[in-house]
């Protein structure tokens, strides 16, 4: 069998597989509880999984790889900027998180945020809540079906715009049919595959090279003097920002919906402290092997139109046809856990979370499908660099939930005008400074927006109510 037709196999019943979960978890989604949160019934390897790669976009495999090919050394400081947001969530949200939203039968993170009362300013909140949700998430979704069509155009020369579509159509498909249990099952399987890809391409590219010795002298041997460095030869103030603005991708982890309402839905405590070693683990083999898989790349010598494409092009000149059809399936896996949780979080923000929503039970999958279509129209007609966007908007809604997050957890209810105030501001100001050249992709937009929205939280916060009573 043609090589080329192996890998299209392996995609087809990996696909298939993903439909088929989809289908079996049909029948429990049913209300709003069901279909936004599973019931609270995950499991520790459900909720480690699932929101782990719920989180791993197809920035992670595509982005992280492309940004170490380029910039060699100093990508080492993406590894913990990511991981730290994964140590954050699993350490100073998730066990709170999942106790109080029990308790308060909260069913989102705006429901959680906002409160239940009827209020102006807490209806304020509900609305700026939902808009932000939705701003960021068509993007973040955008993204990922972008990411797709990269994988498709790579390997089979097929029309980006066409493999946007059907990847998009089969996200669809399971999402509606499970809700979140469909997609959370379909994660987790998710979340496998991408380890397999980040524990075998980078040993066998490492192995092509001859191993750490020959990376190393490699590296030393490349021409571009910033490759060698772990701060890209910046003066040091410059250096500080640089490093400031990658370890500080951390502070984005706790205002992601789509991964801390795995928490919400976790059945127990145990789940939470399982999973905590099962998602950290996990997280350090991904962003470490994607980092090893670029300088990798650098060494042997690939030339890229595109840098986010090396994945691609080492899976296909290093592995055989069916192992690289499971690497492909990696980045699907990539694209489709991350875009599956946003399209469910960006629906209920929508049919749940706004004020006085009046709609029938159908609703929730009428607005699924429609942020589904506008995702592909953006996707489609946007701009195709993956790693900047899915910063933009991870560090956006981090700015906008997270310090609110974290100031709810761990000094208590923070008044709904402070609350307002800090979600509006934080998300603002990672907009302003994401269009201003002078400090995209800076410890600027990074960390600032975070800082200023944790300070009104914090001026908000009722001490008498701590610890999310």
């Known amino acids: 069998m043609n090589a080329l037709w192996v890998v299209v196999l392996v995609l087809f019943v990996y696909k298939i597989v993903l439909l088929a979960i989809g289908f079996a978890y049909r029948n429990k989604g049913g209300d709003d509880a069901g279909f936004f949160l599973g019931d609270r019934s995950l499991g ?63 069913l989102t993170l705006t429901d959680f945020l906002a409160g239940r009362e009827a209020g102006d300013w807490n209806k304020a909140c509900r609305y700026a809540a939902s808009l932000i949700v939705l701003c960021s998430l068509l993007v973040y979704v955008a ?58 391409l980078p040993m066998v590219a490492l192995f092509a090279v001859g191993g750490p010795l020959a990376l190393a002298e490699g590296i030393a041997a490349v021409p571009d003097t910033a490759f ?26 706790p205002g992601q919906p789509h ?25 350090c083999l991904v962003f470490a092997g994607m980092i090893l898989l670029g300088w990798c790349g650098r060494v042997l010598g690939s030339r890229l139109a595109d840098n986010e494409t090396i994945l691609f092009q080492l899976a296909s000149d290093l592995l055989p046809p069916v192992l690289a ?9 990539a694209t489709m856990s991350t875009a599956d949780s946003q399209l469910l979080v960006a629906a209920s923000s929508v049919t749940h979370d706004l004020p006085g929503n009046r709609r029938t039970k159908h609703a929730p999958r009428i607005a699924l499908t429609l942020v589904s279509v506008a995702a592909v129209l953006l996707a489609v007609f946007g701009d195709r660099a993956i790693f900047s966007k899915v910063l ?34 934080g998300f603002s100001l990672g907009v302003v400074f994401y269009l201003l050249p002078g400090t995209k992709g800076t410890v600027i937009e990074r960390v600032l927006p975070f800082v ?3 300070f009104i939280a914090f001026a908000g916060a009722k001490k008498n109510e701590a610890h999310s009573s």
């Open 259 to 283: 991964v801390v309402n795995r928490f919400m839905a976790a059945r127990d405590e145990q789940s939470i402290r399982i999973g905590r070693r099962i998602a950290l683990t996990w997280a």
């Open 44 to 106: 520790p390897w459900f909720t480690a999984l699932s929101s782990a790669a719920g989180s791993s976009s197809a920035w992670t495999l595509l982005g992280v790889s492309g940004f170490a090919y380029t910039h060699g050394l100093s990508a080492v400081w993406i590894f913990p900027g990511s991981v730290g947001a994964f140590f954050i969530n699993w350490y100073l949200v998730g066990p709170k998180l999942r106790e109080a939203a029990v308790k308060e039968q909260a």
């Open 452 to 454: 200023c929205a944790l």
């Open 325 to 333: 059809g499971i690497v492909l399936a990696a980045v699907l896996s």
């Open 143 to 200: 993204s990922q079906y972008q990411g797709a069509g990269k994988l498709f155009e790579a390997t089979f020369a097929m029309d980006p715009v066409l493999s946007i579509v059907v990847s998009a159509l089969i996200i669809w498909l399971y999402s509606l049919t499970g809700g979140f249990l469909a997609v959370s099952a379909t994660d987790t399987l998710q979340g496998l595959v991408m380890a397999a890809c980040a524990l075998l």
């Open 228 to 253: 060698r460095s772990f701060t890209r030869d910046m003066e040091l103030m410059a250096a500080v920002g640089f490093i400031g603005s990658l370890v500080g991708i951390s502070l984005g982890g």
């Open 392 to 425: 933009f908007a991870w560090s956006a809604l981090g700015a906008a939930f997270g310090p609110l997050l974290l100031v709810r957890l761990h000094r208590g209810r923070v008044q709904p005008q402070y609350a307002f105030a800090a979600m509006v501001l």
